[in-house]
């Protein structure tokens, strides 16, 4: 028996525009608070692994990725929240990993198979956050 994964866990449905995801995932509402915890949080997006952000007292962050600093300048709420959802809707050789896609994945752990790494709520939050990084 296997058991199914709760609904707020499940893909989103989505539409791409040129570069850009520009509806909010299931008509959500982001809160940048909550989007500053997810991308700090090490054992679920780890985003601080290849990203740094602005702020100074934030330890051991990556330069793998860009710095995400300016980045609610140098792209709109769509085009961020795309490149959360799969990157490699814009580049197929993309090292960020698609936190909200299921399928075209190997060898994952069967606790986590059929679930997103975030879930549709968790995105909208980190789509707040990063649009408010200004400079």
């Known amino acids: 028996m296997s058991a199914t994964p709760p609904a707020a ?3 989103a449905p989505f539409v791409v525009t040129d570069d850009a995801i520009t509806a ?7 809160d940048a608070a ?3 915890a997810v991308v700090r949080n ?3 997006a780890n985003c601080l692994i ?3 952000i602005p702020d100074p007292t934030e330890r051991f962050m990556g330069d793998i990725g860009p710095p995400l600093a300016g980045v609610g ?3 709109t709420p769509g085009q961020i929240r795309l490149r959360l959802v ?8 993309a090292v960020m990993p698609a936190y909200h896609r299921v399928a075209g994945f190997v060898n994952v752990d069967a ?3 059929g679930q997103p790494v975030l879930t549709a709520q968790e995105i909208e939050d980190l789509v707040a956050w990063l649009a408010t990084l200004k400079d």
């Open 86 to 93: 799969d990157p490699t809707l814009l580049n197929a050789a």
């Open 42 to 44: 090490r054992e679920t």
């Open 24 to 30: 909010p995932l299931l008509g959500l509402t982001g």
């Open 73 to 75: 300048t140098r792209l």
């Open 111 to 113: 606790r986590h198979r």
């Open 34 to 36: 909550r989007g500053a």
């Open 9 to 11: 866990a499940q893909v």
């Open 50 to 52: 290849c990203h740094a």
